[in-house]
């Protein structure tokens, strides 16, 4: 079994809107990592003003990330995503990353990902599944209710948030920006990291670590 924790980063929240990053940890069953992804992505469709509020990232920045590469020339290099028979996509809202990816598939002549079925615990089961980490941690930490994902990462016990963050510095710096764009981190995160989807995917990984042993046990 492999587990792909990802988040996506997007134009906006619409039907029309498309995936400008993608990032993403490969996982073995032993939650240990086996590849890392972060691609950005560019396309003709208009940013929502307040969408990049969010995460920063303006037409000309992603042009130049991109390097002029649309979501659907990057994403099929990485086989696994589509050829892997047993694999769980892990996400915070996960719906939503699954949905902006085959939209952005879509609106582009291109068939949907199988994302699998939703599983509610990440036990070793054969096949393509999804699992949204958001509700169980909603479910323990905030009485059910949707929990932002930064409140959520102020529940990781095995690491301070400082040591996360400088773990977190040295995955950016080989796999965060294409070389000569490290200024672009000030601007991009000038609020906080979140919104970054490798970032925020790595959060994903730290709450994992903690938690996949409650998580599983809360639907056994």
């Known amino acids: 079994m492999k587990y792909f924790?990802?988040?996506?980063?997007?134009?906006?929240?619409?039907?029309?809107?498309?995936?400008?990053?993608?990032?993403?940890?490969l996982l073995n069953e032993?939650?240990?990592?086996?590849?890392?992804?972060?691609?950005y992505c560019y396309t003709q469709v208009e940013t929502n003003p307040e969408a990049q509020k969010v995460h920063g990232l303006d037409k000309k920045l992603l042009w130049e990330l991109s390097?002029?590469?649309?979501f659907e020339e990057q994403i099929f290099q990485y086989d696994f995503l589509f050829n892997e028979e047993d694999i769980t996509f892990v996400g915070?809202?996960?719906?939503?990353?699954?949905?902006?990816?085959n939209q952005t598939l879509k609106n582009n002549g291109y068939n949907a990902m199988d994302f699998g079925s939703k599983v509610n615990s990440l036990t070793n089961c054969e096949g393509r599944h999804n699992f949204d980490l958001m509700k169980p941690l909603s479910s323990m930490f905030n009485h059910g209710v949707r929990m932002k994902l930064s409140d959520a990462?102020?529940?990781?016990?095995?690491?301070?948030?400082?040591?996360?963050?400088?773990?977190y510095e040295v995955i950016f710096d080989n796999v965060g920006m294409p070389e000569g764009f490290s200024d672009?981190?000030?601007?991009?995160?000038?609020?906080?990291?979140?919104?970054?989807?490798?970032?925020?995917s790595f959060i994903y990984w730290c709450l994992l670590l903690d938690y996949k042993t409650e998580i599983n046990c809360m639907f056994r």
């Open 5 to 25: 924790l990802y988040d996506v980063e997007t134009t906006g929240l619409t039907r029309r809107d498309e995936v400008i990053q993608l990032s993403g940890f």
């Open 30 to 39: 032993d939650l240990r990592k086996e590849q890392i992804i972060n691609f």
């Open 67 to 70: 390097g002029g590469k649309t």
């Open 92 to 101: 915070y809202n996960i719906s939503f990353d699954n949905r902006m990816v």
């Open 153 to 167: 990462a102020t529940r990781i016990k095995f690491k301070s948030t400082a040591e996360i963050n400088k773990v």
């Open 184 to 200: 672009t981190l000030a601007k991009q995160t000038s609020v906080s990291k979140f919104h970054n989807s490798l970032y925020d």
